[in-house]
């Protein structure tokens, strides 16, 4: 149990600490996304996320979202997405595994060193 309370307080932190910034980069700074661009993607993204359930294939739901953030975008036109930022955000998702595996072992070896020193 205190493992799920653990990992339910990390996710509230983390969204509280950079909810808005991500919001913020998805909806104004990947693509300017107007109201009815937003609905098309949570749409797309909503029967995306429903199909991979339904097959059983494990998908993100950001990734999946950015995904269709980017297509609505790139339906005005191709340039209506800043591709730079695009690039950003996959780079931040292909550092994300080995670097929070690093500090994974860092701090498995750091509380194994205190608790048996």
Same mark, same amino acid.
């Given at each position: 149990?205190?493992?799920?309370?653990?990992?339910?307080?990390?996710?509230?932190?983390?969204?509280?600490?950079?909810?808005?910034?991500?919001?913020?980069?998805?909806?104004?700074?990947?693509?300017?996304?107007?109201?009815?661009?937003?609905?098309?993607?949570?749409?797309?993204?909503?029967?995306?996320?429903?199909?991979?359930?339904?097959?059983?294939?494990?998908?993100?739901?950001?990734?999946? @979202?950015?995904?269709?953030?980017? %297509?609505? %975008?790139?339906?005005?036109?191709?340039?209506?997405?800043?591709?730079?930022?695009?690039?950003? @955000?996959?780079?931040?998702?292909?550092?994300?595994?080995?670097?929070?595996?690093?500090?994974?072992?860092?701090?498995?070896?750091?509380?194994?060193?205190?608790?048996?020193?």
């Amino acid at each position: 149990m205190w493992v799920i309370l653990s990992a339910h307080a990390a996710i509230g932190l983390g969204t509280l600490a950079g909810g808005w910034r991500i919001v913020k980069t998805m909806g104004m700074r990947l693509t300017k996304l107007k109201p009815v661009g937003g609905f098309c993607a949570e749409t797309a993204g909503a029967v995306t996320l429903i199909g991979t359930a339904i097959a059983g294939i494990p998908v993100s739901t950001t990734h999946t @979202i950015t995904g269709e953030i980017s %297509g609505v %975008g790139a339906t005005q036109r191709i340039s209506a997405v800043r591709w730079g930022v695009a690039r950003q @955000i996959v780079w931040a998702w292909v550092l994300t595994i080995p670097l929070s595996a690093a500090i994974a072992a860092g701090s498995f070896a750091a509380i194994k060193l205190l608790l048996f020193f």
